[in-house]
Every structure is written in structure tokens, then in C-alpha cells.
């Protein structure tokens, strides 16, 4: 049953991270990569906040592994960086890292917080 779970999460997560990121990139015209930054950023949120009001063990499951891994991406972030760094955009790689690491943990905070505080 779990395994079905994390599929069934990952079937809406894959797709909408790929969706996602289009979108956002096609905002930007930059070497920053702003999709998968966005992404990752929401994905830390969405989890953040599904932890703060600590479901059953099915939804966290479905939506936290199943979900919100599929929806996250830190292998295209790892990636993303290197191309900046072989590109000789270094700034934008360091802000990616930087950026990427100091909002995604805000984000998470901010959505534990909500969830705790207000819901």
C-alpha cells in the first residue's frame, strides 16, 4: 500500500513540477534558473505546512513522499548549478545555491508555522 501511495503522489508530482517550471522559466529570460528554483522553494512550503498539521500515516505518504519528492528536484538543482558554474555564470550559481538553501528552509518554516500557528 505505501509503495501504491508514493507512486499515486509522484504521478501528480512529476507532472507538476515539469509544468510548474515551464511556466516560471518562460517568465524569465535568464541563465538563473528560476523553474526549478520555484519549484523547489513551493515543494519546501507544501511540506513544511503538510508536517505542521501532521496527517495520518496515508497522506503523509501520498502527499509528502509521493508528492512532494516528485515535485521537488535536487538533482536538477545540482545540475542547474554546474552548468552555471560551466557557462562561467558564477554569481548565478552562487545565488542559486545560496538562495535556493536559505528560501527553501524559510519556506518550510513558513509553511510548519502556518500550519502549527493558524490552521
Do not use: K
Request: net charge negative; proline share 3%.
Amino acid at each position: 500500500m505505501t509503495l501504491l501511495l508514493v507512486f499515486l503522489g509522484g504521478a501528480v508530482g512529476a507532472p507538476t513540477r515539469y509544468l510548474m517550471d515551464r511556466l516560471v522559466q518562460r517568465w524569465h529570460d535568464t541563465v538563473f534558473p528560476w523553474g526549478t528554483f520555484v519549484v523547489n522553494v513551493t515543494g519546501s512550503f507544501v511540506l513544511g505546512l503538510l508536517t505542521g498539521l501532521q496527517p495520518g500515516p496515508l497522506v503523509a505518504t501520498l502527499a509528502g513522499s509521493g508528492f512532494c519528492g516528485a515535485l521537488t528536484t535536487f538533482s536538477t538543482f545540482g545540475f542547474e548549478t554546474m552548468r552555471l558554474i560551466e557557462e562561467g555564470s558564477f554569481a548565478e550559481a552562487a545565488l542559486n545555491v545560496a538562495g535556493s538553501l536559505l528560501l527553501g528552509v524559510l519556506a518550510a518554516a513558513a509553511g510548519y508555522g502556518l500550519a502549527v500557528h493558524i490552521l
